[in-house]
Nanobody, 125 residues
Framework: QVQLVESGGGLVEVGGSLRLSCAAS????????MGWFRQAPGKEREFVAA????????YHADSVNGRFTISRDNAKSTVYLQMNSLEPEDTAVYYC??????????????????WGQGTQVTVSS
């Protein structure tokens, strides 16, 4: 078992930046692929970014590529999402997720076994 707790969300103006953190406890953090998802009101949960267990392999959704960057610090058992140039459409609850095993084919929510409770990001217009 691994427990995930997100933090760093808040209210930010258009064009601003936030850095989300996801602290993991339990299990062996370095053995998990990690991901970020988001869900806005009335919309399906959307993949944002993923990072392999070593931190060397990353993937970002087209909607955030070039603006968001996922990273991890295995020594701190923490994964980050640096969000720059925020837009109103980025407003959502952001969830951290963990997957143990091979790098998956496709980054769908069902491929992740463990989830945090989410942190709210609101971008004012």
């Amino acid at each position: 078992q691994v427990q995930l707790v997100e933090s760093g969300g808040g209210l930010v103006e258009v064009g601003g930046s936030l850095r989300l953190s996801c602290a993991a406890s339990g299990g062996t953090f370095s053995s998990y692929h990690m991901g970020w998802f988001r869900q806005a009101p009335g919309k399906e949960r959307e993949f944002v970014a993923a990072i392999g267990w070593s931190g060397l392999r990353t993937y970002h959704a087209d909607s955030v590529n070039g603006r968001f960057t996922i990273s991890r610090d295995n020594a701190k058992s923490t994964v980050y999402l640096q969000m720059n140039s925020l837009e109103p459409e980025d407003t959502a609850v952001y969830y951290c997720a963990a997957r143990q095993g091979a790098w998956p084919t496709g980054w769908t929510a069902e491929r992740f076994s463990y989830w945090g409770q989410g942190t709210q990001v609101t971008v004012s217009s």
